[in-house]
């Protein structure tokens, strides 16, 4: 067994000879969950639900927090959405704001995945949704200050609330998958049957098998 393969104690019942492994699940299923829990280290199972049950708790109130932001100082705002109307898809500030807030979470959510699952189709995707967002964020200001369209007050202002928005949302994004990832392999452990040693005897067990 390698090291990795400690994190997780498999039921002997469950073992395939024929395939060398775990019958009813895949290899790549076994080996995410293997490369989740060496990042994490949670040392038991109960361990694992508090870390996805506390990273779900405060990606929640990351993502309402921002969204709460954006209905203050953004849609209830006194602002003239006439005015600085944006370049990209010819939309308001307030569309702007919105569109950033939901871009930025696409854009950190299908980078996590696509990092997780080894996949390279959807990083252009998400690497795209990123530069949508900064050039949303920059052009406020720089139609104020390089372009002369309204007041560099205003611009600076508007930039600051999208950057704000964007980074909300995808620290929000953030914890929220990271709880997802977890809760995933708690089901799967659950699931097939796993039983997590602790980190204290897969280190034992490596440093015996070296």
């Not at 199972?45 to 921002?66: I, P, V």
């Not at 050039?135 to 007041?151: H, M, R, T």
């Not at 995933?184 to 067990?205: D, P, R």
Request: net charge negative; hydrophobic share 45%.
């Amino acid at each position: 067994m390698s090291d990795a393969e400690d994190f997780l104690e498999p039921p002997s019942m469950a073992i395939n000879p024929q395939t060398d492994g775990i019958e009813g699940h895949s290899d790549e299923d076994f080996d995410l969950a293997i490369r989740i829990l060496k990042q994490f280290e949670p040392k038991d199972q109960s361990q694992l639900f508090e870390m996805a049950s506390k990273y779900g708790t405060w990606g929640g109130m990351a993502l309402t927090a921002t969204f709460v932001f954006w209905w203050l100082l953004v849609q209830g705002s006194d602002d003239d959405m006439s005015v600085g109307i944006s370049l990209f898809f010819k939309i308001n500030f307030s569309q702007v704001a919105l569109v950033v807030l939901i871009l930025s979470a696409l854009s950190t959510i299908l980078a996590d995945a696509s990092r997780v699952r080894g996949s390279f189709m959807l990083s252009p995707v998400s690497g795209g949704m990123f530069i949508l967002c900064m050039l949303y964020i920059a052009e406020p200001l720089a139609a104020s200050v390089i372009f002369d369209k309204y007041d560099a007050s205003v611009g600076l202002w508007r930039s600051i609330r999208l950057g704000i928005l964007w980074s909300g949302a995808r620290v929000g994004s953030v914890l929220f998958g990271l709880s997802v990832k977890l809760g995933w392999v708690k089901k799967f452990c659950e699931q097939w049957g796993y039983e997590m040693n602790s980190l204290a005897t897969s280190e034992v067990s490596s440093d015996s098998n070296s």
